[in-house]
């Protein structure tokens, strides 16, 4: 299977003048939906993951120190510029999001939108995002995923060899993901298209603990 960090940001850097046109309109009601749903307060360090071109930014508070990373630097590029023009005190930077340059317990948000289905490792990359998020923090994932209640089937899996090369994994499962990382799940709704897109709101520790 064609999923690797440089093949990533190979195909991340020529889809990037159009990306735009296709995940602007089509994803803004679910990127907002999920963003809703995070406890905003005044000053947080808020980290995005696979930030893209910055299509998040406009749902979110502008009294945050807001640190963007992305694998391709044409997105990263992108992102600076309508970070820019939208007012943000910001850091863009390009960067694997299974190796993250930030020491543990850094940030108070962690947004990965659109970027678990795309990681060759999604583990490594949820490991990551729990050891920099606060023992507090917020975790904020938006994307498409296969049921909970049971794996993908044979015809999935062999189509799933298609479309992971090219755009995404179809097969990855939101709850056992984000579990095996540690993370409990405190809210978890589709967002698009039935239930294939979902967004989920989750923390290190037990709510009420």
């Known amino acids: 299977m064609l999923n690797t960090t440089a093949w990533n940001r190979l195909r991340y850097t020529l889809y990037a003048p159009a990306y735009d046109l296709v995940a602007d309109r089509v994803f803004r009601r679910a990127r907002r939906q999920a963003l809703e749903a995070v406890d905003w307060s005044l ?3 808020v980290l995005i993951l696979g930030a893209g071109t910055g299509l998040d930014l406009p749902y ?3 009294d945050i120190e807001l640190h963007g990373t992305d694998l391709s630097p044409a997105m990263v590029e992108r992102f600076r510029v309508r970070a820019d023009e939208l ?4 850091t863009a930077r390009e960067m694997d999001a299974e190796h993250l340059d930030y020491p543990d317990g850094y940030f108070d948000v962690v947004i990965m939108h659109l970027i678990l289905a795309v990681m060759p490792d999604p583990a490594r ?7 920099v998020l606060s023992s507090d923090g917020q975790l904020c994932v938006m994307d498409k995923f296969q049921p909970d209640s049971h794996r993908a089937g044979r015809g999935r899996r062999v189509l799933n060899a298609v479309t992971s090369a090219i755009a995404t994994d179809i097969t990855r499962q939101a709850r056992p993901l984000l579990e095996d990382a540690g993370f409990f799940i405190m809210r978890d709704e589709p967002v698009m298209m039935g239930s294939l897109f979902r967004a989920l709101l989750a923390c290190k520790q037990r709510p009420g603990v």
């Open 43 to 45: 000053g947080q360090r």
């Open 60 to 62: 979110l508070p502008r």
């Open 87 to 90: 007012g943000f005190d910001f």
């Open 125 to 131: 990359g949820l490991a990551e995002a729990h050891r």
